[in-house]
């Protein structure tokens, strides 16, 4: 780990290989998903949803939660302070 931290280079060749290990193996959701079968989707749906979860971790702004926030606001805002508006 010491060297990672002091070796910016290695540190960005860490970062690209964990990255591409996490895109095999969301493609490997795929060989998971056609290999269910009635009597074992539930296995392979956790092995699916495991996968997924990890690399959401891994790579947030690829696998991540997409947020749609707006935080735009066109009126008035009182601030009632005590009972009195400011």
Known sequence: MQWIKDHEDFRTSIAYARGE???V???KCITL???ATPENWQV???QIWARQWRAS???PKRYGDK???DASHSGE???VIGGDAL
Do not use: N, R, S
């Open 67 to 69: 947020l749609d926030v």
């Open 25 to 27: 193996e969301m493609e």
């Open 33 to 35: 998903a056609d290999e």
């Open 77 to 79: 805002i009182h601030i």
């Open 57 to 59: 971790k891994l790579l």
């Open 44 to 46: 392979k749906k956790l």
């Open 21 to 23: 290990g996490q895109h």
